[in-house]
């Protein structure tokens, strides 16, 4: 399975920003998939996740309510909605697949993207 990122940008404080993971391979759509952030010298942190089907979904505390995580498996596509953007949000953003257990930890993935760079300026 590989996985594309886009949809990263340099956005305003107070903006949106929509980041897309095209997945290839035929199991895709049977895979949980996650979002994670890297920000610069920090460790990759969790900030969503939605199950195979859609149906559920997780958030990181700092991702609740601003941030919607969606996917359309006939397209082999998951997107990640950001809004409300901050500072703090600057960084790297991966999608990974293949998720189990609880979908919050980098070591219950098996497949990674490249990242795409997120850049908010206050």
């Known amino acids: 399975v590989q996985l594309v990122e886009s949809g990263g940008g340099l956005v305003q404080a107070g903006g949106s920003l929509r980041l897309s993971c095209a997945g290839s391979?035929?199991?895709?759509?049977?895979?949980?998939v996650g979002w994670f952030h890297q920000a610069p010298g920090k460790e990759r942190e969790f900030v969503a996740a939605?199950?195979?089907?859609?149906?559920?979904?997780y958030y990181s505390t700092s991702a609740k309510g601003r941030f919607t995580v969606s996917r359309k498996n006939a397209q082999d596509m998951v997107w990640l909605q950001m809004n409300n953007l901050q500072p703090e949000d600057t960084g790297v953003y991966y999608c990974?697949?293949?998720?189990?257990?609880?979908?919050?930890?980098?070591?219950?993935?098996?497949?990674w993207g490249q990242g795409t760079l997120v850049t908010v300026s206050s």
């Open positions: 939605i199950t195979w089907s859609g149906e559920d979904t």
């Open positions: 391979g035929h199991r895709f759509s049977n895979y949980a």
């Open positions: 990974a697949a293949d998720g189990v257990g609880s979908l919050k930890l980098e070591t219950e993935y098996e497949y």
